[in-house]
């Protein structure tokens, strides 16, 4: 996930002070090239972004952080959508964010990131691990069993599986000052019963995990490993794409797997990247050889890929937003964008073949959105 939000504005009073709310939505004109895309982004969002959005069973849910000069730093911010709106229930951490987020059911949604804590009365600067679940009423905080000498704790990544189970992985710091990874395997309905796994992925950091059949997990970062269950595998990729780092993956079947990212680029900063799995090798999927970041895969109900994610040069798109979607020959082009979209950090397909995309409104000044996006695409 991206970390690029440093200072925000004021938000609306109903996100300040952490009240539930059902948020109209925001209007935005449709263009030839934004017809497919509806802008249903929260109105009175001022000061939040949207870092992950899911759906599953009817339920969709996105995620995030809000920031004004009274949420030291953060405030955790999560969303359900009602069908004309968001609605934003009350959070059990009064300050941090939620990076991450997996959606099994109506009362099975799971939630990860960090909480601030102070230490004084001025120092906000100790973290530690934030999980939480949704049982279908409220959002209530989950406890796992992070050694006791755990510091500067923190959750990156959390999916739930077919077979009813909720995988969650994160980091934290030792007695020694070593910085420690942690995976957790716990029910997905929240009665409990966690257990500690192998964490060592043999990547540097994990933005997102993604369980497949037969107990079969994948993990991205600076590089994608497989987990068999009993240990973690770090995959071989394209030589050429030493150095990309992932922050989407899309598990289809086990001969059909998506990774997107970036890779750094003397000429262009930072290029797309994207990676596909056919059951035999990890192959490159040809993108454009331009400016821009790629956050999050979804396929649509006709089965066809829409990739999202942030373009910083205005002249590829002035607004920020990048997505990619197959063009006439079948290679992936930028030739939609959704309406009133800034930089875009997820993506996920419902029930009915629409996909969702949140993120941070157009009009970013120095990287930071002014207010929170969500776009469906029909």
Do not use: C
């Not at 109209?24 to 802008?39: F, G, H, I, K, Y």
């Not at 056919?278 to 970041?293: I, K, Y």
């Amino acid at each position: 996930m991206p970390f690029m939000l440093l200072t925000l504005p004021r938000a609306a009073t109903a996100l300040a002070l952490g009240l539930t709310a059902v948020v109209t939505l925001a209007a935005a004109p449709a263009t030839a090239d934004t017809a497919r895309w509806r802008n249903v982004s929260p109105s009175h969002s001022e000061g939040s972004v949207l870092f992950d959005v899911e759906t599953a069973g009817g339920a969709t849910w996105a995620v995030g952080l809000h920031s004004d000069p009274t949420t030291r730093p953060f405030t955790p911010v999560a969303m359900r959508w009602t069908g004309r709106g968001w609605q934003a229930p009350p959070q059990p951490a009064e300050h941090g964010r939620l990076d991450d987020l997996a959606v099994g059911a109506p009362d099975q949604v799971w939630a990860v990131g960090s909480r601030n804590d102070p230490v004084g009365e001025t120092d906000w600067s100790r973290d530690r691990a934030l999980l939480q679940h949704w049982n279908g009423t409220a959002w209530r905080e989950v406890t796992l069993p992070f050694p006791e000498e755990a510091e500067h704790s923190s959750l990156s990544a959390v999916d739930v599986d077919a077979r009813g189970s909720v995988w969650v992985h994160g980091a934290y710091v030792d007695a020694s000052g070593a910085y420690l990874p942690v995976l957790f395997r716990g029910k997905a309905d929240g009665s409990g019963g966690w257990t500690s796994l192998p964490a060592d992925t043999g990547l540097t950091w994990v933005s997102q995990l993604e369980a497949g059949p037969g107990g079969t997990v994948l993990a991205i970062g600076d590089g994608v490993s497989r987990f068999d269950g009993t240990a973690w595998t770090r995959q071989t990729l394209p030589p050429a794409l030493d150095g990309a780092m992932y922050d989407g993956i899309e598990f289809r079947t086990a001969k059909d797997i998506w990774a997107v990212g970036h890779i750094r680029d003397e000429n262009l900063w930072r290029r797309p990247v994207i990676v596909r799995y056919d059951g035999r090798a990890w192959r490159t999927v040809r993108t454009p050889a331009e400016t821009g970041q790629l956050f999050d895969i979804a396929f649509d109900g006709s089965g066809s890929p829409v990739v999202v994610g942030e373009t910083m040069n205005p002249e590829v798109n002035p607004s920020g937003s990048y997505v990619l979607t197959p063009g006439p020959r079948g290679v992936l082009t930028r030739t939609e964008e959704p309406p009133g979209a800034g930089f875009l950090y997820g993506a996920a397909t419902d029930a009915a073949g629409r996909v969702w995309t949140v993120g941070g409104a157009a009009g970013a000044e120095g990287g930071i959105s002014p207010s929170a996006y969500a776009g469906v695409r029909r």
